[in-house]
């Protein structure tokens, strides 16, 4: 589904961070990009999300390259991107009245797509019924980020980025979210892209992970670690073992 | 603020005032009651109430095309680097002089009538909202931006989403602001080249006619003016921006 060919990008007047880089994510697949501050990793999921473009190669998404945001693609960040004077219901209908204000034009929203306000189903799956009518700055961190969530689902994205989306909650809100997002993936056939660097959350998330470190980063260093998905794996010895896999891997790259 | 709160403190005020009155004992100062009176007799047969109305449309206009002009341009500044960098050392310049000083030139070149007192409240207005428009729509973070981009927002819906609701509190706080001003400089305005306005119509019960109480009379409707419009920003903001109220 996403065909990273020989890219290279580089920031003004700064080293490139990934040069005649290659990589490819298949459609469905939970993918987690791990790497220390400053390894591009944030970089990389904003060029997937068409918000960057490679300097050189292609990075075609579906087959075709990438040259706007497209708008099946779903990006969630760290610190939610929720509007502050908007109540949480009119967040989550946020990216709905993008779209029913462009209409069916096939660049800002899919061709075909019939308008609608409807996100009742997305509120009560992500459990904000009881704050609909509250604003950002009046609910919790992780209901902010179920807001952030909710409004990208409503658009029924095939393809989700996130760029650290659970660093800046506790611990329990934060597992709680990753199994939501677990169980989201596996119910709407997402195609997961999630970048942290926390070597816990790449081992629970990601079914592979893609390990970058200095720039440039030249050839794409995956480890497989099909369990991650599964019930009860945080539990496991293979998570203790995948956990210290990565971090000797992180402290050589 | 309580309502009651406000009672009391204007009744205080009143009570203030009449024991000043008692103890000054001059014409230059009546006591509430006997301005109260002349207020009531310059409003049903006089002419205070033309004279506040010609007063309340020029600041009312001024507003407007303050708002509609300044707004624009401060979103376009605050969106655009470049613009910004090629006109911020003038705003820079302009932003800090006294408006009032140029009563006299505006005077000058436009003349008698309406037109130079609606220009001089706007040229007060409009840097006020220029500068905190700007200032807000350059503050929206990047990342909020980026994230509506990605729900499939280009450069109309950007404007109408999110660059648009996030500067109408800076257009409200500039106007709440800068009314108390406004109303000010339209005073000195009015003392000059017309008939018409609370201005014109305080300096002549107090510097021809000596007529003391009509005078404070116009001072209370030009207070009034002010006060009014300082209200109704207040109400437009918890209108308009309910979530400021929530926060």
């Not at chain 1, 892209?193 to 030249?218: D, M, W, Y």
Request: hydrophobic letters at 45%; aromatic letters at 10%.
């Amino acid at each position: 589904m996403i065909e990273l060919d020989r890219i290279t990008f580089a920031y003004p007047g700064a080293k490139p961070l990934f040069q005649d880089f290659s990589w490819q994510v298949n459609r469905g697949e939970a993918w987690a990009v791990l790497g220390t501050s400053g390894c591009g990793k944030s970089t990389l999921l904003y060029l997937l999300a068409g918000l960057r473009f490679v300097q050189s190669g292609q990075l075609r998404i579906d087959g075709s390259p990438l040259t706007r945001p497209r708008p099946q693609t779903g990006l969630i960040i760290q610190d939610y991107g929720l509007l502050p004077w908007a109540t949480v219901r009119q967040n989550v209908e946020l990216g709905l009245r993008v779209r029913n204000f462009y209409g069916p034009d096939g660049t800002h929203a899919p061709r075909g797509y019939k308008p609608s306000l409807e996100v009742e189903p997305w509120l009560e799956r992500l459990g904000l019924s009881s704050v609909v009518s509250q604003y950002p700055g009046q609910i919790s961190g992780g209901q902010r980020q179920r807001t952030a969530i909710a409004r990208t689902l409503a658009l029924q994205p095939d393809l989700m980025l996130m760029d650290e989306p659970f660093s800046s909650l506790d611990a329990p809100t934060r597992e709680g979210l990753q199994r939501l997002m677990l169980e989201l993936w596996a119910e709407q056939a997402l195609t997961m892209v999630i970048v942290t660097h926390s070597i816990e959350e790449a081992a629970v998330l990601g079914q592979r992970i893609l390990l970058l470190g200095k720039s440039p980063n030249q050839t794409a260093q995956i480890i497989d670690n099909p369990g991650a998905t599964a019930d009860h794996f945080r539990e496991s010895e293979t998570y203790s073992r995948m956990c210290r896999l990565l971090r000797e891997r992180l402290e050589e790259t | 603020m309580k309502r009651r709160n406000l009672l009391l403190a204007g009744v205080s005020l009143l009570v203030l005032w009449y024991l000043l009155a008692m103890l000054v004992n001059r014409p230059i100062l009546p006591t509430p009651m006997a301005v109260l009176i002349a207020l009531w007799h310059e409003l049903t047969r006089g002419n205070l109430l033309a004279h506040f109305m010609a007063s309340f449309w020029r600041v009312i206009a001024s507003t407007l095309l303050a708002v509609l002009t300044a707004a624009p341009a401060g979103l376009m500044l605050g969106q655009s680097k470049w613009l910004n960098d090629l006109f911020s050392p003038v705003i820079y310049l302009l932003y800090p002089i006294p408006k009032v000083v140029l009563v006299p030139i505006v005077l000058l070149f436009f003349g008698v009538g309406d037109l130079p007192k609606v220009i001089i409240i706007f040229l007060i207005l409009f840097f006020q909202i220029l500068v905190l428009v700007r200032d807000s729509a350059a503050g929206l973070r990047p990342e909020l931006i980026q994230s509506v981009r990605s729900l499939g927002a280009g450069r109309r819906a950007l404007f109408r989403y999110v660059y648009l609701p996030a500067s109408l509190p800076a257009v409200l706080t500039a106007l709440r602001q800068s009314v108390g001003t406004a109303v000010a400089v339209l005073y000195v305005a009015e003392l000059f080249a017309t008939q018409r306005g609370l201005g014109y119509y305080i300096y002549l019960n107090g510097s021809t006619l000596f007529n003391y109480p009509a005078m404070y009379g116009g001072v209370l409707m030009m207070s009034l003016l002010g006060l009014g419009l300082y209200f109704g920003v207040d109400l437009l903001e918890r209108r308009l921006c309910p979530w400021k109220l929530a926060a």
